[in-house]
């Protein structure tokens, strides 16, 4: 297998490992709490405290990935979240546990946007899409197979085996990543700016905690408010920072780009709907429909399988429409199938659920491809770091906000209804509020040029210049035609 589809298969093992390990404890915290001797609630510090080492360590994976090489920080990240794997298998204490937590999330903040930066540094950019459908994939199978996957091995095995699973996995990436990929650094790294990380840091730490608590239940509402509140003080005052230092942690003069921005602004909108699938759809099925965890992981796993299906399919499509007409349709449809969970109540036939959900799974893929595709489009390799870097933090922000908004419609339903119990009916608001706000996103889409990405998608200017001049030409025989008409009828 040539290095064109060996890498991506190297750093989609590493994603799907971070991806599917950030999930998979959900279901298996009561068999490890009872077993280090605390309560559940208590254990979920252990997924909040991941989630706050991603969003402080990622704005630094940039330079790291320049100064020390691209390869050299991948493999490192895989080793510290083995580590952190491994200390979470041998905990003892909820202290212990949330300081392997921590860790292993320090190494999934350098494994996702380095990870990434390999692929765009090895990887021709005519060969991109195809590339980026193996990175999209994982992201989208490891938060749905996650809680199936950790419900099976807790009840039928360990829980410790949730995270030794990782060991055999992370040892053959770096095995192949040292073999694989090449050692590419920065020549010329740039200052590392302390002070803007700190900023970025404590702003992404504040607003992403914050709004991931939101979502679990797990501290009031005022509290929740003022951690996201200074992390938008911290935000700000980092975004004052930027536009005084030439090398900033977060650059965000990369929005000038016409597809960066729409990947930035359109992706954050179609990521937050979306992203609340994995947290609503689980509990509609679980305290909806009385379904048990596993079966609802495995309704739940259909998406995948439509994910998956799309795999095969996605540099066609693009190549056929283009990124900007693609982008812009299938965000309305992916947006479609999302509000169709709305429909759903304990008489609709699973078969019927099973299919909205996988079909609705190919669409949404096949849009996450695109826009992880598309943002690099008209980015330069001295900038690249500085893109992935952006990227990923944009997509953890969208996935903490997609599960706050999720909950908060939740919740404000009860307080409508004025009920205390969640039943299968209180979800459909929150479905069609998430699908509305996936949907504006296509306004974003199509601000983009025409021939967006032609690049990376394969469709030529030519083609598309020559398919404008086919439509105007059209047009002017039309127009000419019905003059001559009227001429006829004047003489």
Request: glycine residues 8%; contains cysteine.
């Amino acid at each position: 297998m040539d290095k064109q589809r060996l890498i991506p298969l190297i750093v989609a093992t590493a994603l799907f490992m971070e991806n599917m390990d950030s999930t998979v404890i959900a279901t298996s915290l009561p068999a490890i709490a009872a077993d280090i001797g605390t309560s559940p609630l208590t254990l979920k510090l252990a997924i909040t405290s991941y989630l706050l080492s991603l969003a402080v360590f990622i704005p630094a994976s940039g330079w790291t990935a320049d100064r020390f090489g691209a390869r050299m920080v991948f493999t490192i990240a895989v080793a510290v979240f083995m580590v952190g794997s491994i200390g979470c298998a041998l905990s003892q204490s909820v202290t212990h546990f949330v300081i392997a937590r921590i860790l292993q999330g320090m190494g999934g903040a350098m494994m996702t946007p380095v990870g990434r930066l390999v692929l765009l540094r090895s990887i021709d950019k005519s060969a991109l899409v195809n590339a980026m459908t193996w990175v999209t994939v994982p992201a989208l199978i490891g938060p749905v197979i996650g809680p199936p996957l950790g419900g099976f091995i807790t009840t039928y095995f360990s829980w410790h085996w949730i995270f030794l699973i990782n060991i055999p996995i992370g040892l053959l990436g770096i095995f192949l990543a040292m073999k694989y990929i090449d050692p590419i650094k920065s020549e010329d790294p740039e200052r590392f700016d302390l002070y803007g990380l700190v900023l970025a840091g404590t702003g992404l730490a504040g607003i992403a905690f914050g709004l991931s608590v939101a979502g679990l239940n797990l501290l009031p509402w005022p509290i929740i408010a003022g951690l996201v509140a200074v992390g938008s003080i911290s935000m700000t005052l980092y975004v004052m920072h930027a536009r005084r230092t030439g090398s900033p942690v977060l650059d965000f003069s990369l929005l000038r780009l016409s597809t960066m921005r729409a990947a930035i602004i359109g992706g954050f909108l179609f990521r937050l709907g979306i992203g609340a699938l994995p947290f609503l759809l689980p509990l509609l099925m679980q305290v909806g429909f009385g379904l048990s965890p596993f079966q609802s992981g495995l309704v739940t796993f259909s998406s995948a399988v439509g994910a998956m299906g799309m795999k095969t399919l996605a540099a066609r499509i693009i190549r056929t429409f283009g990124f900007r007409n693609m982008m812009t349709i299938n965000a309305v449809v992916s947006s479609v199938f999302l509000a169709a969970c709305a429909l759903f109540t304990i008489t609709t036939p699973l078969l019927l659920i099973f299919i909205i959900l996988v079909v609705g799974g190919f669409f949404r893929s096949l849009q996450f491809t695109a826009i992880n595709t598309v943002a690099y489009a008209e980015v330069e390799p001295p900038q690249m770091s500085r893109a992935t870097t952006l990227v990923s933090v944009n997509q953890q922000l969208a996935i903490s906000a997609g599960v706050a908004v999720g909950a908060f419609c939740v919740e404000s339903t009860l307080a409508l209804r004025h009920a205390t119990e969640l039943t299968a009916d209180v979800f459909a608001p929150a479905f069609i509020v998430v699908s509305i706000i996936s949907a504006v996103s296509a306004w974003f889409f199509w601000q983009m040029p025409d021939d967006a990405g032609h690049e990376i998608s394969g469709r030529s200017a030519v083609e598309i210049s020559s398919r404008k001049g086919a439509a105007k030409a059209a047009v002017k025989a039309a127009s000419e035609g019905t003059q001559d008409a009227r001429d006829q009828r004047l003489g």
